[in-house]
């Protein structure tokens, strides 16, 4: 994680400077692909804006290729479809968390990708690339606290406010083995002191208690509409989708990175071993991680890019991840060693987290 800090850093003092336009990439020239590409990603609001911004300019210029957006709520539930589907999969590329995309390599689920196949695969940073030529990394974003302020007339600082008990029935998250509940982990590691290479035992600990605090696991449609509604007060979630949220309900939801820390995060996009339209599911992955669909998906849903020659305006970019002051609070994070605990950190959240709601 410390590297993948430097790459934001990076970026950060790029992130002003004015470019021209990219060229035509590789996927523009592909005319004669053709056919249908089942993606599957994230639903809600993800779904919404990423179709707008990516998948709607792509059939554009491919007007042979159709794209079926495959819902889901988050990565391990791709994951577990992902594993279903191996004999015969029914999807030809994914976007999830590199947290769990890493598993997902190790099983074979998803092919190598290269610059041969990938062009644009030579402006992403460093940073964003797999292990073992996986699928590269398309967004990066951190974990926050969001709320609601005509709920919270003080609003919340960190996971003190997780674990008071006047919060019951006030917090929502999806909790291990999503991303966002190993992150949380981490950021109560963190606020206990300790070192979460060491024992699980005090953070899981502390989680039974916020899980106290929480009157369901899947908030529906998702945590931000609840808070906005007032199902819930208060959330633990991502700031991408957060700061979108604030543009749709101004003064309804607002967001924080707790002062106990917080995690990067990085969706990753992946062509899938085995599938069906791999011409076209190629030329997508290509057109997707060039500089103009992110800059687009940037600008309207708040996603810092992972190509180096996409550029933000510095209000935008202070709404990313990217931002020197977001990133001061960011936790180094050796997600190698957490993906060789992180099964058995969700099973603990299976047998006394969850269960201690």
């Not at 590199?98 to 402006?123: C, H, I, T």
Request: include cysteine.
């Amino acid at each position: 994680m410390g590297l993948l800090r430097r790459g934001f850093l990076l970026r950060a003092a790029l992130a002003c400077a004015l470019l021209p336009a990219a060229g035509a990439v590789a996927s523009a020239k592909a005319a004669d692909i053709s056919g249908n590409i089942v993606l599957m990603a994230y639903s809600g609001a993800f779904q919404d804006s990423y179709t707008k911004a990516v998948l709607e300019p792509f059939m554009k210029a491919h007007p042979g290729v159709t794209i079926t957006y495959s819902p889901a709520q988050g990565s391990a539930q791709m994951l577990g479809l992902l594993r279903a589907q191996k004999a015969s999969p029914q999807v030809d590329v994914t976007i999830m968390d590199f947290s769990v995309s890493r598993v997902a390599n190790k099983e074979g689920l998803f092919s190598k990708l290269d610059q041969s196949m990938v062009p644009n695969l030579a402006d992403v940073y460093d940073q964003a690339r797999m292990a073992n030529d996986g699928g590269p990394g398309l967004t990066f974003d951190n974990l926050v606290m969001v709320y609601n302020p005509e709920l919270m007339k003080t609003p919340p600082t960190g996971i003190k406010d997780l674990v008071d008990p006047a919060n019951k029935g006030k917090l929502v998250f999806l909790p291990a083995p999503n991303v966002v509940g190993i992150a949380l982990q981490l950021v109560v590691d963190k606020y206990l002191g300790v070192d979460y290479k060491g024992s699980s035992d005090p953070a899981i600990g502390l989680l039974t208690k916020v899980a106290a605090n929480v009157p369901t696991w899947q908030p529906t449609p998702d945590e931000y509409t609840a808070v906005i509604n007032g199902t819930a007060s208060m959330a633990v979630a991502w700031n991408a989708r957060a700061q979108l949220y604030m543009d749709q309900a101004p003064g309804k939801i607002k967001t924080i990175v707790m002062k106990d820390g917080g995690v990067l995060d990085m969706d990753t996009i992946n062509l899938v071993a085995g599938a069906q339209n791999r011409a076209a599911a190629l030329a997508f992955i290509d057109y997707a991680l060039s500089p103009e669909p992110q800059e687009r998906l940037a600008q309207i849903m708040y996603y810092g890019p992972t190509n180096k020659k996409a550029k933000l305006s510095a209000e935008l970019f202070s709404r990313t991840s990217s931002a020197p002051e977001t990133l001061a609070k960011m936790i180094p994070v050796d997600w190698d060693y957490v993906a060789t605990v992180q099964d058995q950190w969700s099973n603990r959240w299976r047998r006394e987290v969850i269960p201690a709601r």
